[in-house]
T-cell receptor, first 111, second 114 residues
Framework: LAKTTQPISMDSYEGQEVNITCSHN???????ITWYQQFPSQGPRFIIQ???TKVTNEVASLFIPADRKSSTLSLPRVSLSDTAVYYC????????????FGAGTRLFVKA | GAVVSQHPSWVICKSGTSVKIECRSL??????MFWYRQFPKQSLMLMAT?????????EQGVEKDKFLINHASLTLSTLTVTSAHPEDSSFYIC??????????FGPGTRLLVL
């Protein structure tokens, strides 16, 4: 299972773009990269998923370099409500699809 | 789409009693569901993998006789905490596998054992 490493915490201000990078040096060929957002006392919420290059949806972008050993979640123009913990997960159907959560990144958005 | 529900959302019980938590996939079928536990200010810890029609696979250190998992249908998995004790108090979260690469999570169940 690929282990992930993220910054423990980040601070930002409203309206700024926030980039959270995740390292996954041991990512396997079949692994996908998925990012989740979690608010206190709630289950994680799916944000975005990708395999390579760039993926964009209505809430975020995900940048994955060619070697896939890292990925960057980009949140455009954050607001106070984006204050949460963000988890990067790496997993696939290989080995029965088991994903292990890392420590996550605690993002604090200030006014 | 891909909505996962849990019931109850919170439960308080006396020490020594058993508590059952339900996890349902509302708009899709899930052959695989997962159960996690989360303590305050910590990350999610995988407890077990639940496969429809077969025995659950438990992570190392998780007592299978303590945490009984049943996945009797493609939309329902249950976690029963047997003979609960205060140290079992935690936030329990389930997830359901949507496709080969993705899982969606339930809202979680807060368990408090007195």
């Amino acid at each position: 299972l690929a282990k992930t490493t993220q910054p423990i915490s980040m601070d930002s201000y409203e309206g700024q773009e926030v980039n959270i990078t995740c390292s996954h040096n041991n990512i396997a060929t079949n692994d996908y990269i998925t990012w989740y957002q979690q608010f206190p006392s709630q289950g994680p919420r799916f944000i975005i998923q990708g395999y390579k290059t760039k993926v964009t949806n209505e809430v975020a972008s995900l940048f994955i370099p060619a070697d896939r050993k890292s990925s960057t979640l980009s949140l455009p123009r954050v607001s106070l409500s984006d204050t949460a913990v963000y988890y990067c997960l790496v997993g696939s159907n290989t080995g029965g699809f088991k994903t292990i959560f890392g420590a996550g990144t605690r993002l604090f958005v200030k006014a | 789409g891909a909505v996962v529900s849990q019931h109850p959302s919170w439960v308080i019980c006396k020490s020594g009693t058993s508590v059952k938590i339900e996890c349902r996939s509302l708009d899709f079928q899930a052959t695989t569901m997962f159960w996690y536990r989360q303590f305050p200010k910590q990350s999610l810890m995988l407890m077990a993998t639940s496969n429809e029609g077969s025995k659950a696979t438990y992570e190392q250190g998780v007592e299978k006789d303590k945490f009984l998992i049943n996945h009797a249908s493609l939309t329902l998995s249950t976690l029963t905490v047997t003979s609960a004790h205060p140290e079992d108090s935690s936030f329990y979260i389930c997830s359901a596998r949507v496709n080969q690469e993705t899982q969606y999570f339930g809202p979680g169940t807060r368990l408090l054992v007195l």
